[in-house]
């Protein structure tokens, strides 16, 4: 909180003064040609913070300045671990949970208003945009888990994009100095030795069997799949107890399964996103 009683204490244009500063040294430095952006909090969740009325006030008054090109909101502040989860949101939070924020700074804004929170799919994306609550959406984590995303977009293929669960792997990694992987994706930031797209095989076409039905398991027979391999992906029927949706293409006869025994039954199974997605892409 600001407690300042000299130039930049007081009222709001005083508390603006050195923002507005900063940005008057960078249009010196690039021009008026050059898109400037600013990020901003739409509500910081504190008593003694910026609330939403506050964010709008200063988003108007920062947006007639015509300093700066567009407004980029995010809800919540950082300053603690728990307010710092905000601002990437996890999978325990619902799809874009302050898209609400960003409408209310574009609302009295002047210039075009982004959001990037939790957006992490076309269809969330393009509701949010048809609908008027802000100009421009950002999908960061969405790339992370396919950065062949728009590209899929544009071709129509929204039903091959790995999509992104929130999981914030990516983010706990890249928080702790390491690099930045995804539990969506096995090829994210390993491009030099395992490719995104999988080529055909020009040599000798490989029977391949894959044991086990699970992430793994399945993302073995969908690369098997891709370079033209034959493929049989076979896991252990899951017991009762420990029941899990379940998805049978016709399965290979047992006399097939290298591994099936008596009283054994095998049959491909899947569970949660990444299973979804790499099933449908191994059996299709």
Known sequence: MNHRTDEYGGSLENRLRFGMEVLHAVREQVGADFCVGMRMCGDEFHEDGISHEMAKEIAQAMSESGLIDFLS?????????????NCMPPMALPPEPFVHLAAGIKSVSKVPVMHAQSIRDASQAERILATGMVDMVGMTRAQIADPHMVIKIHDGKEDQIKQCVGANYCIDRQYNGLDVLCIQ???TSREETMP??????????????????????????????????????YSRRTPPS????????????ASKCPASSAGSTWRPNAWGCSVVWVWRRTWR
């Open 185 to 187: 994706n096995a090829a």
């Open 73 to 85: 909101v995010v809800g919540s502040g950082a300053d603690t671990h728990n307010t710092l989860v």
């Open 242 to 253: 420990a029941d899990r949706s379940t998805w049978q293409p016709s399965p290979p006869s």
């Open 196 to 233: 995104h797209v999988i080529e055909k095989t020009t040599g000798v076409r490989r029977k391949v069997v894959v044991v086990g039905g699970g992430p793994a398991g399945l993302e073995a027979a969908r690369v098997a799949r891709a370079s033209a391999a034959t493929r049989w992906c």
